[in-house]
Each structure stands twice: as structure tokens, then as C-alpha cells.
């Protein structure tokens, strides 16, 4: 894992596979691929899961290490939120960052979480600054 590089994010709902790629491929600065959609020339990994309680859906992005994202995580997910209207909440990073939640109005929020059987859910909200 030390030659690779990861961000993972959860969707409040389902949204379509090829959406979610595109997305990506167009903000991060490189394409991304998943198990079930090729992507030519891609450099990332995206590995998208579904959950029954909670947010409805994971998406763990691997890359190289040495390639850079074109945007910040929390400047992605504002921009994921907003694209495919839904909220999105970004795992903290390993120095510890607080879990961000991006709404499809723009407005990014730090949060907790409580883990469920099958999925992650919102404890309570706080403003981000």
C-alpha cells in the first residue's frame, strides 16, 4: 500500500456507476476505472460498494503515489455534491482530519459518524469553518 494513494468518500444514495467515473475523470486530473467499467488510459481504481443502512454507497479511490489529485478532497466532494445532488461524506485522512459533509447546496459541514451493521451514518453536525 505505501506505493499507492487513497481517498474514500459515501453517498447519502445510489447514484449510476458510469456517472460516478466520469465524474471523477473530469475533476481529479486522471481517469479512473472500476471492476465493472474499463476506462481507457485510466490511472486510478475506484471501488464502488453498496450498503443497506445509511449512506448508501462507498467509493474508495486508489492511485500511484507521486501522481496529484487536480483538487482537494473537500473541494471534490463539494463539486461530486452539487453535480450529482446528493450529499457526500469524505473519510478523514490518516493525520486524523475530521469526516466532511458536502450538500448538494454547496454548504460543507464537519460531522461524526456512528458505524452500523451494514454501512455509516451522521452523529451529530457541526458548521466547517
Known amino acids: 500500500m505505501a506505493n499507492t494513494q487513497s481517498i ?3 453517498l447519502k444514495s445510489e447514484k449510476n456507476e458510469k456517472e460516478i467515473l466520469n465524474f471523477l475523470g473530469s475533476k481529479i ?3 479512473v476505472e472500476s471492476t ?3 476506462v481507457p488510459d485510466s490511472v486510478g481504481f475506484a471501488q ?3 450498503h443497506t443502512q ?3 454507497q462507498s467509493i474508495l479511490v486508489t492511485w500511484p503515489h507521486g501522481v496529484e489529485l487536480a483538487l482537494a478532497p473537500d473541494a ?3 463539486f461530486m455534491a452539487a453535480r450529482l445532488d446528493v450529499a457526500v461524506l469524505l473519510e478523514p485522512n490518516i493525520d486524523g482530519d475530521a469526516w466532511l459533509l458536502a450538500q448538494p447546496d454547496g454548504s ?3 460531522t461524526n459518524v456512528r458505524y452500523l451493521d451494514d ?4 452523529s451529530n453536525i457541526q458548521q466547517h469553518p
Do not use: N, R, T, Y
Not at 454501512?119 to 451522521?122: F, M, P, Y
Open 76 to 78: 471534490m466532494i463539494k
Open 8 to 10: 474514500q468518500f459515501f
Open 36 to 38: 465493472d467499467i474499463e
Open 29 to 31: 486530473g486522471f481517469l
Open 48 to 50: 464502488i460498494s453498496s
Open 119 to 122: 454501512g455509516i451514518d451522521l
Open 108 to 110: 460543507v459541514k464537519s
Open 54 to 56: 445509511g449512506f448508501e
